[in-house]
């Protein structure tokens, strides 16, 4: 299924075209500078990804540094409980690499992500609550930067349980933001990231 919902699944592969975002997807800046632009994203051709033809990619981040995050995201899905995975694919950076699923998404401001890092070998858990990132839980990964990974997330209730390449690393509990919100990706600073078979369910209690 691609760039489609319905009252169970939404599933977006990124492949109904190049240029521009999926229908129904925005970008937004957690934590902009004063002047800054939005990074930019767009769907690009990429034959390595796990299901060609295309991935979305943040492209050119902007300038960005610090705490400044990147937030591509719909909110055609609203869900609280979630049973959700993306493959990611780290592209370059300086500052930061990789990225991951964010979910819970009230707006720039508040929501959840899990994300892995190839420069720091992890992968973490964190809140966003006006602006502010609390990480909530980590595990030290090793992985090849240079491949696509994936990254599930449950969370259901208050409970928070993570996967990377289909090993469970974080759990964890945290009702920072209760109600439900959208879903997309996330890259933090000048990472420039790829990411595909974007799929989001509901996680019955």
């Not at 006006?130 to 030290?140: C, H, N, P, Y």
Request: proline share 4%.
């Amino acid at each position: 299924m691609d760039e489609a919902a319905d009252s169970e699944v939404y599933a977006c592969g990124f492949d109904q075209a190049v240029g521009g975002l999926p229908p129904g997807w925005r970008v937004d800046t957690t934590n902009p500078r004063a002047g800054q632009s939005a990074a930019v994203w767009a769907r690009r051709a990429d034959a390595s990804a796990p299901s060609p033809r295309n991935v979305l990619q943040l492209e050119d981040a902007a300038r960005h540094s610090g705490g400044t995050y990147n937030l591509c995201w719909t909110d055609d899905v609203q869900r609280d409980d979630v049973d959700l995975s993306v493959g990611v694919h780290a592209e370059g950076g300086v500052e930061d690499q990789g990225g991951g699923p964010a979910w819970r998404i009230a707006g720039a401001d508040d929501y959840y992500l899990a994300r892995w890092n190839p420069l720091e070998d992890n992968f973490r858990v964190y809140s966003v609550v006006d602006g502010r990132r609390v990480e909530l839980d980590s595990a030290d990964v090793e992985a090849d930067p240079r491949a696509w990974h994936t990254i599930r997330v449950t969370h259901i209730g208050s409970r928070i349980t993570c996967w990377f390449d289909g090993e469970q690393l974080l759990d964890v509990s945290n009702d920072a933001i209760r109600a439900a919100g959208g879903a997309g990706v996330w890259t933090k600073a000048d990472a420039t990231t790829r990411f595909d078979d974007f799929r989001v369910k509901a996680a019955p209690r």
